[in-house]
């Protein structure tokens, strides 16, 4: 018997060596944490249990059937994060530079399919370099069943990728499909082709940092939601972000302890707004200042910085916040700002997360690169996710709400549930100035009775009692209440159940 207990100990000291010492030590040489480290620091201490930690590949190719390392370049099973459940797969770089074969893709499809049959998020620690080449096709139809399993979990449970190493060719599709895609500062990257490919067949010459590295994927592709120094800070971060969200979509979000009464006021929103209605503001001190305890978990901050996306607690509770950030080309929507934001919109209402619009928007963007791009369409994606979602929802407009624009913005006609607005709100098809430009066309010449049609206009359209006269603004508020007026029109909203007509699915415009 304890021959056999120690046969099992020795088997797993091997398990966890991985791809042996030497490799480990390249892989700390790089800044990077070993699959297993960065378990422990993702996972609270000692809740990790793994599964086909003996696991091996089946290939006979290449020498392939002379090594044969437990494990097989991946470390599978759950544990859980500030005490809720999580199932787990971290690459291990160190065995065959965590490649991925077809053994490989069974152990993550395992903890796939689990994840799934019991409503619990997934997380993937990605570190590696693509398909096991050895295997050739049988690794492309591992990287299939895994894609496959990623669109059964969308929607069902939240799937979060961390990238820390290469994710490469196909392997880069696996956390596209999932919900959240962080990634580490100079020691990753995803990209379809690296740049020697690139170079041949475009002559282009890059980097792989330029072309797939963190800087890129946050600021530009949008690939990714956010970047961090290093994989302490990220798997970090990803612990916060994890008690932000609810374990499937049956589920409601936890309800954290909070020391933050709902009635706090603040005076200091009463002058948020500048006097000239020209002048930015920063919209993050709102949301800030609404927020419990000021934690906002900003998501996709790098990129389409007109708007704000992430969450918040009110009473303890998650609530997505959409802000548009009138710092940023004015607040004007975009199609950037649409793409981000419409894709928030759809993972709060997948998981039943309330969603508080906070609005100043002077428009879309005018010009031909945003219509040649398509901005009619990417617009759309917005207006339908608001459109479809029925989880609670509460709009503040803070001052411009102009146009289309307005109509996007979680309007009592798209289900907007608790519409409000600060007195500085102007709810109009347009600016004062572009109105009377098109209504006065043939006394343009005049300056001074464009400045009085103007003045005018503004008095008459410029502010929040128009819109609420019709009862298309349910309450005009004040600033330094918004907390305590939106904490209890969420309260409010609870119990809520509003349901769509059934289809086989939508067709959203992509
Ligand atoms: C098998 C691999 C491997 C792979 C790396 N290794 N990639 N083994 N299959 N895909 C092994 C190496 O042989 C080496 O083994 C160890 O991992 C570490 O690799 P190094 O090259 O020494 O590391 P580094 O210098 O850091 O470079 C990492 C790398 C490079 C940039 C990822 O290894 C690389 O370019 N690999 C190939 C990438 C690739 O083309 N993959 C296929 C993409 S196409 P030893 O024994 O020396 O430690 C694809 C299709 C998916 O993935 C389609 C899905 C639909």
Redesign the pocket.
């Known amino acids: 018997m304890t021959d056999i207990i120690q046969e099992l100990e020795n088997r797993r000291s091997a398990a966890r060596m991985g791809?042996g010492q030497r490799?480990v030590n390249v892989q700390h040489s790089k800044g990077k944490l070993t699959a297993r480290e960065r378990l422990e620091v993702l996972l609270d201490e000692g809740s990790f249990e793994e599964y086909d930690m003996f696991v091996s590949h089946k290939c006979t190719d290449f020498g392939m059937e002379e090594e044969h390392i437990p494990g097989d370049g991946v470390v599978t099973g759950w544990g859980t994060i500030n005490g809720r459940m999580v199932y787990v797969f971290s690459q291990d770089?160190?065995v065959?530079?965590?490649?991925?074969s077809e053994t490989h893709a069974k152990k993550i499809c395992k903890v796939q399919d689990m994840a799934i049959r019991n409503g619990v998020p997934i997380i993937g620690l990605n570190d590696s370099?693509?398909?096991?080449?050895?295997e050739g096709v049988a690794?492309?139809a591992g990287?299939?069943s895994v894609?496959q399993n990623n669109i059964k979990a969308s929607g069902v449970v939240p799937q979060i990728s961390v990238i820390m190493g290469?994710s490469?060719?196909?392997?880069v599709?696996s956390p596209a499909l999932t919900d959240f895609v962080f990634m580490v500062r100079d020691t990753s990257y995803m990209f379809l082709t690296?740049p020697d490919v690139v170079k041949t067949v475009t002559n282009e010459i890059v980097t792989a940092e330029e072309l797939g590295g963190a800087k890129t994927h946050t600021t530009k592709s949008s690939v990714a939601d956010g970047a961090f120094e290093n994989d302490m800070d990220a798997l970090m971060e990803v612990r916060r972000l994890f008690d932000f969200l609810p374990l499937n979509n049956k589920s409601k979000p936890p309800v954290r302890p909070f020391f933050d009464g709902y009635m706090r006021k603040e005076p200091s929103l009463n002058t948020l707004i500048p006097d000239n209605t020209n002048t930015p503001y920063d919209m993050k001190e709102l949301v800030l200042k609404l927020a419990d305890e000021h934690d906002f978990y900003e998501i996709q901050k790098d990129f389409a910085k007109n708007i704000l996306t992430g969450f918040i607690r009110l009473e303890g509770s998650t609530v997505g916040v959409v802000a548009n950030q009138p710092m940023v080309l004015a607040g004007c929507l975009d199609i950037n700002a649409s793409r981000k934001a419409a894709r928030f919109v759809r993972f709060c209402d997948a998981f039943e997360i309330p969603l508080l619009t906070l609005v100043d928007v002077p428009g879309f963007l005018p010009g031909t690169s945003q219509e040649y791009g398509g901005v009619i369409k990417h617009g759309a994606k917005l207006l339908y996710a608001y459109g479809e979602a029925t989880v609670p929802r509460v709009t503040v407009i803070t001052r411009k709400a102009y146009g289309g624009a307005y109509c996007v913005m979680s309007p009592k006609h798209l289900g907007g549930d608790v519409n409000y607005a600060w007195p500085t709100a102007e709810i109009a098809v347009m600016g004062a100035k572009g109105a009377v430009e098109i209504l006065h066309r043939a006394d343009l010449a005049d300056g001074e009775k464009i400045t009085a049609l103007t003045s005018n206009y503004e008095e008459r359209f410029a502010n929040p009692f128009v819109a609420a006269e019709n009862g298309f603004i349910d309450e005009v508020i004040m600033p330094q209440n918004t907390r305590m007026r939106v904490a209890r029109a969420l309260a409010g909203l609870k119990s809520k159940d509003v349901k769509n007509p059934w289809r086989k699915h939508d067709n959203l415009p992509l």
């Open positions: 791809g490799r770089f160190t065959y530079g965590g490649s991925l370099g693509g398909a096991r080449i050895q690794a492309l990287y299939t894609f290469p490469a060719g196909g392997a599709y690296g």
